[in-house]
Each structure stands twice: as structure tokens, then as C-alpha cells.
């Protein structure tokens, strides 16, 4: 599960305490809602299937692939549908390749997402190893399924955009910068990705 509204509150208010500018925008914005997935295999396959398409086109394919193949809850339903299911379901035969390799990384035992490695860059270099999970998805997934603290995707395009803005920088901060600055906000830096997120979405401008 991902990190509760308690948690988001806490991360936040200690965050508010190192840069003012952080909490001026809870003031205006608010505390953000938790973002919430579930653990394991099959957030991962919606990952891989949500990618480049409308979450109405995932969710499409995510019921005809039920109809075609049966529990896509169960990696092993894709290790055994044919390559005509699953173009049958909408995968791409991109889509169907990473599908098929994470089904197989779960089934062989070699990804075990009830037991991911503790140390958060150890777990984000065992979920890239699956074809389609790149560093994001990962991150992502760890924020939101698994509610690690620490998580800071700053390669994401909305976190640069609005904590550039927040803390007055006049051009977007790059990946790189972004991570050097993010070092103080430390063990916090998940719950200031999922406000930079929840102020991204308010349209709330800098005073």
C-alpha cells in the first residue's frame, strides 16, 4: 500500500519546517489525497499495459484480455496464452514482449514482489531488469504500491515543473539538479513528489 494520509501529512509538515516555500503551498494547496496501488504482480501488468495509451484504452484491454486468456491476475495466465490472444486482447507485439517478460520473472521466481530488496535502489534495479519497467514505472510503483518513503522520481516532468516553481527557479530543474536538491528533503522525498503532484493538478500559481 501507499503512503496514508497521516504519512503524507507528517512527511509534509517536516518538509514545511526546512523550506518555507513548501509550506506556503500547503497552505494554499492543501494536503494531498494517498495514491494507492495495490501490491504485486498485477499493478505491474497495468503499468506495462497503461503505457502510451488513455487509462479508458488500458482498462479496455485489461477486460478483453480477462475474456480472451482468463485471471490476468495470475502470471501464469500470460506465460501460457498464444501470441493470437494476446494481440486478440490490443497488446502490441511490443506490449505482449514485456508482458510475457515480466509473467515469466514472477513465475520463474527470479522477481519476488512480496520480498523486494530493502534498500529502495536495490529494488528499483531489480524491477528495470523487466523489459518495459524503466526507472520511473519502477519508482513509481514503489511510491504507490508499496508506500516507500524515500521514493523520488525526478525525472518525472510534472515534479521538475512544479518544484522549480515553488521554489522560484526560472528555468525547469534538470533530473540531475533535482536529485542534488532533493538530498535534505530526506527521509521525506515520496510524500513532496505526491504533493508536487496534487499542486501540479491545482492550478495553483506561486505568489
Request: charged residues 25%.
Given at each position: 500500500?501507499?503512503?496514508s494520509a497521516?504519512?503524507?501529512?507528517s512527511?509534509?509538515d517536516?518538509?514545511?519546517?526546512?523550506?518555507?516555500a513548501?509550506?506556503a503551498?500547503i497552505l494554499?494547496?492543501g494536503?494531498?489525497e494517498p495514491?494507492i496501488r495495490?501490491?504485486?504482480?498485477?499493478?505491474?501488468?497495468?503499468?506495462?499495459l497503461g503505457?502510451?495509451?488513455?487509462?479508458h484504452?488500458?482498462?479496455?484491454?485489461?477486460?478483453?484480455?480477462?475474456?480472451v486468456?482468463g485471471?490476468?491476475?495470475?502470471?501464469a495466465?500470460?506465460?501460457?496464452?498464444s501470441d493470437?490472444?494476446?494481440?486478440?486482447a490490443g497488446?502490441?507485439?511490443?506490449?505482449?514482449?514485456?508482458a510475457r517478460?515480466?509473467?515469466?520473472?514472477?513465475?520463474s521466481g527470479?522477481?519476488?514482489?512480496?520480498?523486494?530488496p530493502?534498500?529502495?535502489?536495490?529494488?528499483?534495479?531489480?524491477?528495470?531488469r523487466?523489459?518495459g519497467?524503466?526507472?520511473?514505472?519502477?519508482?513509481?510503483?514503489l511510491?504507490f504500491?508499496e508506500?516507500?518513503?524515500?521514493?523520488?522520481?525526478?525525472?518525472d516532468?510534472?515534479?521538475?515543473?512544479?518544484?522549480?516553481?515553488?521554489?522560484g527557479?526560472?528555468?525547469?530543474p534538470?533530473?540531475?539538479l533535482?536529485?542534488?536538491?532533493?538530498?535534505?528533503w530526506?527521509?521525506h522525498?515520496g510524500?513532496?513528489?505526491i504533493f508536487?503532484w496534487?499542486?501540479?493538478?491545482?492550478d495553483?500559481q506561486?505568489?
Amino acid at each position: 500500500m501507499g503512503l496514508s494520509a497521516e504519512q503524507l501529512r507528517s512527511g509534509l509538515d517536516a518538509l514545511g519546517e526546512i523550506e518555507p516555500a513548501f509550506a506556503a503551498a500547503i497552505l494554499r494547496a492543501g494536503y494531498p489525497e494517498p495514491r494507492i496501488r495495490e501490491r504485486g504482480y498485477a499493478t505491474l501488468l497495468r503499468t506495462i499495459l497503461g503505457q502510451q495509451v488513455s487509462t479508458h484504452a488500458a482498462e479496455a484491454v485489461w477486460r478483453k484480455l480477462a475474456i480472451v486468456a482468463g485471471d490476468v491476475t495470475d502470471p501464469a495466465t500470460i506465460t501460457r496464452a498464444s501470441d493470437e490472444q494476446l494481440r486478440e486482447a490490443g497488446l502490441s507485439r511490443q506490449k505482449a514482449s514485456y508482458a510475457r517478460s515480466l509473467a515469466e520473472e514472477v513465475t520463474s521466481g527470479r522477481l519476488d514482489l512480496d520480498h523486494l530488496p530493502a534498500d529502495d535502489e536495490d529494488a528499483i534495479a531489480a524491477l528495470v531488469r523487466i523489459k518495459g519497467i524503466g526507472r520511473w514505472s519502477a519508482e513509481i510503483y514503489l511510491l504507490f504500491a508499496e508506500g516507500r518513503t524515500d521514493i523520488w522520481p525526478a525525472g518525472d516532468l510534472a515534479v521538475q515543473i512544479e518544484i522549480g516553481r515553488l521554489l522560484g527557479h526560472e528555468t525547469r530543474p534538470s533530473e540531475k539538479l533535482l536529485r542534488k536538491l532533493a538530498e535534505e528533503w530526506r527521509p521525506h522525498r515520496g510524500a513532496l513528489a505526491i504533493f508536487a503532484w496534487h499542486h501540479y493538478g491545482s492550478d495553483m500559481q506561486v505568489i
